[in-house]
C-alpha cells in the first residue's frame, strides 16, 4: 500500500511550501444567495495531516463559516466541514 499524505496534496494543487494563498469557501446565504469568503495570506506549510485536509488557526478563518453553518444538535459551529480550496494570492 502506498501512502499519500500532505506533500502529494501540495504538488496536486501546484503548490510549495512558501508562497502565500487564499482560503477560499464558496456557498450561499441563509436566503439562499451565492457567496465567497475568503481569507488571505497564509502560507503553505507541509503537515502530518490527513490526505486531503487542511489544518489552520481558527482565529484567522472565522471569515470562512458563516454564523448560521452550526451543527444540528449542538448548534456549535461546523467549521471543521467547512471546504477551503487554497488559491495561489500572487504575492498581494
Avoid at 501512502?3 to 450561499?28: F, K, Q, S, Y
Avoid at 481558527?58 to 461546523?78: E, G, M, Q, W
Amino acid at each position: 500500500m502506498t501512502r499519500t499524505g500532505p506533500r502529494e496534496d501540495i504538488a496536486e494543487m501546484g503548490l510549495h511550501n512558501g508562497p502565500p494563498v487564499d482560503l477560499v469557501r464558496e456557498g450561499a446565504t441563509a436566503d439562499g444567495t451565492a457567496e465567497e469568503r475568503r481569507v488571505h495570506d497564509f502560507r503553505v506549510v507541509e503537515y502530518r495531516t490527513p490526505r486531503g485536509n487542511a489544518a489552520a488557526y481558527y482565529s484567522k478563518t472565522n471569515p470562512l463559516a458563516p454564523l448560521d453553518h452550526v451543527a444540528v444538535k449542538s448548534n456549535t459551529s461546523a467549521s471543521k466541514t467547512v471546504v477551503v480550496p487554497l488559491e495561489p494570492n500572487g504575492g498581494r
